[in-house]
């Protein structure tokens, strides 16, 4: 209906003109929220999740945190933390909880750390992430319906040790599209169902991008929104490509970050950031 959440450390309720209709404090970080098959809201911070209603008002909270959080099929739960997936049934008890895993390389074992999760068209989930703490490859792994592994791929740009996945969403033809940042550069992934990449997108500046947020769409194509600096100056980032990983156009806003991007009903954009003064 072209209204908007926006969180933080509360959940903002807007009109389409951006007009505030309410505000639910958190009292913590959130790190995602989403609309319910009900109409209702599902939230999750640092320390708990839970359910609110259309009119900003509590229906359940759960003392479990975490990173991502999504609907799933069977109007259960799918949360993401760190290391941990976490299913739940739909008043968010536990169903199962399954240990993200390790991997062994000569320095030792190595922790696989999740950013995001989505449910899969098939009932399974399929987690962004990176390899340990520090960053070091963008990770796509694919579970069953229970959690169970699929397939597991990493992604490394020309051998960097600092590639940070930031985003999944599914498309349209049953693959991934992933955004990050490949060697402080901006950097998107198309992938096929199976994992194996199709195409990949990357530009730098001399200086620092990134894209935290992409998505498909509805003319087949990608939006992104993100960030660029260079030569001292801040840009909040807005970007197309076609559904071949070619940009069509893109645009700058000063001093601004770009969080998450959607498509709007009348085909055009609305983008979620952040703003800075650097006057004082």
């Excluded at 229906?59 to 299913?87: P, R």
């Excluded at 895993?101 to 899969?120: A, F, H, R």
């Excluded at 955004?179 to 169902?193: A, E, L, N, P, R």
Aim: proline share 1%; net charge negative; with cysteine.
């Amino acid at each position: 209906n072209n209204e908007y959440i926006i969180i933080e450390n509360k959940i903002i309720k807007t009109d389409s003109l951006g007009i505030t209709q309410w505000e639910y404090d958190l009292f913590d970080t959130a790190n995602d929220i989403e609309t319910t098959s009900d109409h209702n809201f599902i939230f999750i911070t640092n320390s708990n999740f839970g359910k609110i209603n259309n009119n900003g008002e509590l229906i359940w909270e759960q003392n479990i945190g975490g990173k991502s959080i999504e609907e799933t099929l069977d109007f259960g739960f799918i949360i993401l933390d760190d290391n941990k997936l976490i299913k739940t049934f739909n008043d968010g008890v536990v169903v199962w909880e399954k240990d993200l895993p390790y991997i062994q390389e000569s320095e030792g074992n190595i922790q696989l750390i999740g950013k995001m999760v989505k449910q899969t068209v098939d009932g399974g989930y399929i987690i962004l992430g990176n390899k340990g703490y520090s960053d070091e490859d963008l990770w796509l792994y694919k579970t069953d319906q229970n959690g169970n592994e699929e397939f597991s791929q990493f992604f490394d740009y020309y051998n960097n040790r600092s590639d940070i996945g930031r985003s999944i969403n599914l498309t349209s033809d049953g693959g991934y599209i992933i955004s990050g940042i490949g060697d402080d550069g901006m950097w998107i992934i198309k992938t096929h169902s199976s994992g194996n990449k199709e195409w990949e997108y990357y530009y730098s500046d001399p200086g620092e991008d990134g894209i935290n947020y992409v998505l498909e769409t509805s003319d087949g194509g990608f939006i992104s929104t993100g960030y660029s600096f260079s030569n001292g100056q801040l840009y909040l980032t807005i970007m197309k490509l076609n559904n071949l990983g070619e940009k069509l156009w893109d645009k700058k806003i000063d001093n601004g970050i770009g969080k998450t991007v959607l498509e709007t009903c009348d085909n055009g954009f609305i983008i979620l950031g952040n703003r800075f003064d650097f006057s004082t």
